[in-house]
């Protein structure tokens, strides 16, 4: 039996999971899909939020401030790439700056730090792209920017070296109450548990249900976005967002940690919570009020666009209790945005909640914090480069060409802890195939890596979810009728 299953691998669950990772506790973490962070986590802002923005004595208001606070340390622990570039909500009329004074004396009540109101030359100064027709700004300079699945796949690989069980292709069926605590049904068996920490994402209103009355609702709320080129990179410095509406913090222009510029999202309420499309008409409409902010975006630099589903809470807040109806069941449910920049402090407030059910929990004294850093190929000095191909040739081999990722890299990421078993695996691990060409070159060499270094036949290598093969079968015949050993790049993806 486990002390604790945590149900949800993304930005929270991971979290939570390296968080408890420090006690002697016995713990699994498992996720419906075949990797870390595959659900709301792969696709959003990837924004730090400073904290002016949520209602004063709200759980989003307290998480998002003190979770901002503790993002450099943890990012130096892991090794995760974190930019405090700050952030700019911008007016556009007296009425605008009306707002933006609320949002300020908002964030006084929040304890946000380092926050200005500033003119339009200020804001000029700031961002001299910026539409002439701004009339000022409020300026919080602890916003940022990082990479979140990236960090998720920190937290897990952290997790996991100090002892947390990872079950990828398990998803919840069921969960009976037992004398001891829980038993889980699942796509793969059964599972007991003394405690279950529900981080389900959109799903999990429907994991509470299973052992819990209904006391709230997931709406799953879709936003899409435009990736630019990182020759685009200069036309924004901070992340810059319009005035809030009721429908969340409006259409932002930001860098992100990566160097390209990411323009959206909208926000499209659905009743389906798989669906991850993008559509023509919506990335016209976030076109058409990102002008607003900046007349000259170059989207014919655009090298793909996206979408996410945000798990939008019918309790106006973040839900993260104890069910009142299943003791040792904890709900942390509804973490849409600031749910990122909330997460390590949500986390640290769960471990809170488990003690309380658990009792006193006794913290191990070979617990690390740290996990091994990365090899970025592409940032080390010359004389760097050259000891690294000493030491594995593989690095001298440059597989993505417009993002310089090497064959080193590569297999580095799969043979980690919660390491890459997908082709967009590997994408959001060591980024092959995120830049210009969007994996036309690499990809195929992505494949022969994975099946190589996993010892698994080309066929079984899927692009990122189940089912989404990325080659049928091999090419019997060439056109003039002879053999050919190669295999056909027909992509199948479902």
């Known amino acids: ?6 149900i949800g691998a993304g930005i929270i669950g991971t979290f939570i999971a390296r968080e408890l990772s420090r006690y002697k506790l016995n713990i699994a973490l498992i996720d419906k899909e075949n990797d870390v962070a595959n659900g709301t986590t792969k696709a959003n802002s990837a924004i730090v939020h400073a904290g002016f923005d949520a209602k004063p004595g709200s759980k989003m208001a307290r998480f998002n401030v003190e979770g901002n606070a503790m993002f450099d340390k943890i990012c130096n622990d892991l090794d995760v790439e974190f930019n405090r570039i700050g952030s700019l909500v911008i007016g556009f009329s007296e009425e605008e700056m009306k707002e933006l004074q609320k949002l300020y004396q908002r964030g006084l009540e929040n304890h946000v730090p380092d926050m200005e109101i500033i003119d339009k030359k200020r804001v000029k100064e700031l961002e001299p792209n910026i539409s002439d027709n701004v009339v000022g700004a409020l300026y919080a300079a602890t916003g940022g920017i990082v990479g979140p699945w990236e960090m998720a796949i920190a937290l897990a690989e952290n997790a996991i070296e100090n002892g947390v069980e990872l079950l990828l292709n ?21 599972m007991q548990a003394k405690c279950i920490i529900n981080c389900a994402g959109v799903y999990a209103d429907h994991i509470n249900n299973m052992i819990a009355k209904p006391t709230f609702k997931i709406n799953p709320r879709r936003g899409q976005y435009f990736v630019l080129d990182r020759d685009a990179r200069n036309i924004v410095n901070t992340v ?21 510029i990411l323009v959206g999202p909208d926000a499209e309420d659905l009743d389906d919570r798989e669906n991850l499309s993008t559509t023509a008409d919506r990335l016209e409409y976030i076109k058409e009020i990102a002008k607003l902010t900046m007349e000259k975006i170059p989207y014919h630099m655009t090298i793909t666009t996206f979408a996410g589903l945000r798990a939008e809470p019918s309790t106006g807040d973040f839900i993260i209790e104890e069910s009142k109806d ?5 709900n942390v449910a509804g973490i849409k945005s600031p749910g990122l920049t909330s997460s390590p402090a949500i986390a640290q407030y769960v471990v809170g909640l488990v003690g309380k059910i658990l009792g006193n929990l006794e913290e191990k004294a070979e617990f690390n914090p740290t996990r091994r850093k990365l090899i970025r190929f592409d940032q080390l000095s010359q004389e760097e480069k050259e000891e690294t191909i000493k030491r594995d040739s593989r690095f001298g081999r440059i597989i993505c060409r417009c993002e310089h990722i090497t064959e080193g890299e590569i297999v580095d990421i799969i043979k980690r802890k919660a390491g890459a078993t997908t082709v967009d695996g590997v994408k959001r691990r060591a980024r092959p195939g995120t830049g210009r060409c969007q994996g036309g070159f690499c990809g195929p060499r992505v494949v022969e890596i994975l099946a190589r270094e996993l010892g698994k036949d080309m066929a079984e290598i899927l692009k990122d979810g189940r089912n989404s093969n990325v080659l049928t079968e091999k090419t019997h015949k060439g056109s003039d009728g002879s053999d050919v050993k190669e295999w056909a790049a027909v992509s199948i993806e479902k």
Do not use: R, W
């Not at 039996?1 to 945590?6: A, E, L, N, Q």
């Not at 810059?240 to 390209?260: A, D």
């Not at 299943?326 to 904890?330: D, L, Q, R």
């Open 1 to 6: 039996m486990y002390d604790i299953v945590i």
């Open 170 to 190: 398990h998803e919840v069926k069921d969960i009976q109450k037992t004398q001891k605590g829980y038993e889980l049904l699942t796509s793969e068996g059964p």
């Open 240 to 260: 810059v967002f319009q005035c809030p509406t009721k429908l969340g913090k409006g259409i932002l222009v930001t860098p992100t940690v990566h160097g390209n």
């Open 326 to 330: 299943a003791k040792g069941f904890i």
